[in-house]
């Protein structure tokens, strides 16, 4: 049975991101950052375009510090760039506007939250190689606002209906709603953007503790990969809450910081036990979305 959803009511809008120059927050004196071990390190993070990271891939194992896969926009203009990353859904295409790559399109995969305010765009690696530090971004968002007349207690965060409909979330006999992920993480492995909003960003999932990675099925995640946060609430932003339940994608690569690891874009959060995680293989924005290579 199909679950019904307001996406008739659905308003489409424009917003524009440009591909962002990888950048190092912090201190101009010095661009080192510090591992769980205390150790100093010099490593590609967020932005840029990058060549041989893309959604499919493992989500560890890059010598990169939470490396976003493809390609990252921002608009300089804060206001602006509020608006693309809380507009922009995952599964929204993306059309480029400027440069070599004039008119290829590519698909919303996820967004990174406090420093960067980026979105995550997926497109082809021949497009990648045609694109520059610049060129303007459009994507038709869409999804904001959705919601399920049978399923009032779910909330949706940045999930575009496009998507919704390829998850294939049923009706279970329990009245809650059935959804295929991945792997489910538990609380006491997030970390970094606890407290935060959670209608743009990201949550990392801590992987200091490789032992409790592995216990909880967590070791061999890759980009793209759909995954249940249990006991998290993330309706207004993200904090504990017993009995809660969220669906995000990885969205972001794992990193050697303490309270960082792989970053988890929200697609829907519920704060009382109606959403039921479904632990299903290869449940993936690559196969889910048809992403070319």
């Known amino acids: 049975m199909s679950i019904h959803t307001n996406v008739g009511h659905l308003v489409a809008v424009s917003v524009m991101g ?37 959604v499919g891939d493992s989500a ?5 510090d939470t490396i976003h896969p493809s390609v990252s926009i921002k608009l300089n203009d804060d206001i602006g760039n509020r608006g693309l990353n809380i507009y ?21 995969t996820g967004k990174s939250g406090r420093f960067s305010e980026h979105v995550i765009v997926h497109f082809p690696l021949a497009v990648r190689q045609r694109m520059a530090i610049g060129d303007k971004i459009v994507v038709r968002a869409h999804g904001v606002g959705m919601a399920l007349p049978d399923y009032p207690d779910v909330q949706f965060k940045g999930c575009s209906p496009a998507l919704f ?18 792997a489910v993480v538990p609380p006491h492995l997030l970390g970094a953007g606890a407290g935060l909003t959670s209608e743009g ?20 995640l890759r980009l793209g990969d759909i995954v249940a946060l249990h006991d998290y609430d993330s309706r207004w932003n993200h904090g504990y809450l017993r009995g809660a339940v969220g669906i995000g994608v990885i969205g972001q690569g794992d990193s050697p910081r303490n309270g960082y690891g792989p ?31």
């Open 165 to 182: 409909d390829a998850l294939g979330a049923s009706a279970g006999e329990d009245g809650k709603l059935c959804v295929p992920v991945t």
């Open 60 to 64: 560890y194992g890059w010598l990169a």
């Open 88 to 108: 922009a859904c995952v599964g929204n295409i993306a059309t480029v506007m400027t440069g070599d790559a004039k008119g290829e399109h590519g698909v919303v």
């Open 18 to 54: 440009q591909i962002a120059e990888p950048g190092f927050p912090g201190l101009p004196a010095s661009p080192y950052l510090l591992t769980a071990e205390g150790k100093p390190f010099l490593l590609p993070m967020f932005g840029g375009i990058v060549y041989n990271v893309s």
């Open 201 to 220: 960003g990201s949550i990392h999932i801590q992987t200091t503790d490789k032992a409790a990675l592995v216990e909880h099925g967590l070791d061999q």
């Open 263 to 293: 970053g988890v874009s929200m697609l829907m959060t519920a704060a009382v036990s109606a959403i039921e995680a479904v632990v299903t293989p290869h449940i993936n924005l690559k196969s889910l979305l048809n992403l070319p290579d």
